[in-house]
Structure formats: C-alpha cells, structure tokens
C-alpha cells in the first residue's frame, strides 16, 4: 500500500471533491448543504399538505410521497439529466441537475418525518391551546412545532446523513463530487484501495460530527 497517493492528491480531493472548490464545478458539501436546507423547507410544506382537511391539498401531497418513496433516487436523476432538458429545449448543468433531483426526492421522506412528528404532539396540548384563544397558526408555532421539532431531530439527522452520502450518486451524470474526484484520480494513479479508504473516512467523519451535534442539540432541547 502506498498511501503517498493521497498527500499528493490531498489538496484536489478535499477543496475539489469536498468543498467545490476547483476548476471543475463540484463539491460534496457544495450539494448537500443546499440540498438539505431546500429539502427540509419543501418538506414542511409536503408535510403539513399531508396534514391538511383540504383533499385537493392533502390528495396531492400523499401521492407526491408515495411516486418518490416508491422510486429509487438515481432514476430520478436521469430523468433530471435526460428528460427535463428534452422539456425545457435547453441544456442543463450537472449542479442544476443533482440539486434539483436531490431536493425533489429528498422533501418527501422529510415530509413524512415532519408529518410523524407534528402528530406526535398529544392531542390535549392542541386542545388546551385552542380552548386559551390561541389561534391555528400560534398553536403551530408555539405549541406544536417546539414540541414536534425534538422528537424529529432523530429522524431528520439520519434522514440528512442518508442524503450527504446519496450525493455520491451524483457523480454518474459527471458531477465532479468526492467519489468522483477520487475516481479521476484513479484512473491516473491507479490506487483504489488507499483512495477509497481516504474517502470512506471523510464521509465517516462528516457523518459521525452530525450524528454527534444531532445528540447535543437534541440534550439542549431537552433540558430546554
């Protein structure tokens, strides 16, 4: 083993790969980071559709979540790289693609995160706000979201972990990602075991410092 490899290419592998930071339009962080915040927020929105009395709202919410949980996420991003393109009469860049594909696919399993954990609020607490004078929209803001936002911490950082490893997929439309870097590299230096042992540890470590802040601001909460 040889892993001079990876010094030598340390600073393409971190800046390009992980951070976007190139000639080469890329990043892992540079995807995900956006990828989580735009996923969450159409997820709440997913989410309370799926909570609402309105079937024209609820009905349109429910299959949104069943198509894409019952699909996998590489298809969805063909159909981004190959069909929307065909649609829009123009080409699209492979960050357009990957985010949109990651963002789309991502806010329904969020949304049903947020759905789970708004009705994991009890009842009485609703009821209570309610018979006080509190409005719906102050009722969700101050009694339910709070409450609901603990118990979904869990769900949501796996949900977050599951999504910054899934971006590796991006790399099969050319987005120059970590995996992807590590396979340019590759394909000059033939070196697979030391570069993607170097790779396998950075995700490991991205995802073990989420898991670790998850359980930290989950305990704040708490004691809040």
């Given at each position: 083993?040889?892993?001079?490899?990876?010094?030598?290419?340390?600073?393409?592998?971190?800046?390009?790969?992980?951070?976007?930071f190139g000639k080469f339009t890329g990043?892992?962080?540079?995807?995900?980071?956006?990828?989580?915040?735009?996923?969450?927020?159409?997820?709440?929105?997913?989410?309370?559709?799926?909570?609402?009395?309105?079937?024209?709202?609820?009905?349109?919410?429910?299959?949104?979540?069943?198509?894409?949980?019952?699909?996998?996420?590489?298809?969805?991003?063909?159909?981004?790289?190959?069909?929307?393109?065909?649609?829009?009469?123009?080409?699209?860049?492979?960050?357009?693609?990957?985010?949109?594909?990651?963002?789309?696919?991502?806010?329904?399993?969020?949304?049903?995160?947020?759905?789970?954990?708004?009705?994991?609020?009890?009842?009485?607490?609703?009821?209570?706000?309610?018979?006080?004078?509190?409005?719906?929209?102050?009722?969700?803001?101050?009694?339910?979201?709070?409450?609901?936002?603990?118990?979904?911490?869990?769900?949501?950082?796996?949900?977050?972990?599951?999504?910054?490893?899934?971006?590796?997929?991006?790399?099969?439309?050319?987005?120059?990602?970590?995996?992807?870097?590590?396979?340019?590299?590759?394909?000059?230096?033939?070196?697979?075991?030391?570069?993607?042992?170097?790779?396998?540890?950075?995700?490991?470590?991205?995802?073990?410092?989420?898991?670790?802040?998850?359980?930290?601001?989950?305990?704040?909460?708490?004691?809040?």
């Amino acid at each position: 083993m040889d892993f001079s490899v990876i010094a030598n290419n340390f600073s393409f592998l971190i800046s390009q790969g992980l951070l976007g930071f190139g000639k080469f339009t890329g990043g892992t962080l540079r995807l995900a980071i956006p990828a989580i915040i735009l996923g969450f927020i159409l997820g709440i929105f997913i989410g309370l559709g799926r909570l609402a009395r309105s079937g024209w709202v609820r009905v349109p919410a429910t299959a949104y979540v069943e198509f894409f949980r019952g699909v996998p996420l590489v298809m969805v991003i063909f159909w981004f790289w190959f069909v929307i393109p065909v649609l829009l009469g123009v080409p699209l860049p492979e960050y357009t693609v990957a985010l949109a594909a990651f963002v789309v696919f991502e806010a329904a399993y969020l949304g049903e995160i947020i759905r789970a954990g708004i009705q994991s609020v009890p009842r009485g607490q609703v009821e209570a706000a309610t018979a006080t004078g509190l409005t719906s929209v102050q009722t969700m803001r101050h009694i339910i979201l709070p409450q609901a936002l603990k118990n979904m911490i869990p769900a949501l950082v796996t949900q977050f972990i599951v999504l910054f490893k899934d971006t590796s997929l991006a790399s099969i439309i050319g987005y120059v990602d970590l995996t992807k870097a590590a396979q340019i590299v590759n394909n000059r230096e033939i070196r697979p075991f030391e570069l993607y042992l170097f790779i396998a540890m950075v995700y490991w470590l991205c995802t073990y410092g989420m898991s670790r802040y998850a359980r930290y601001l989950e305990r704040r909460l708490s004691h809040a």
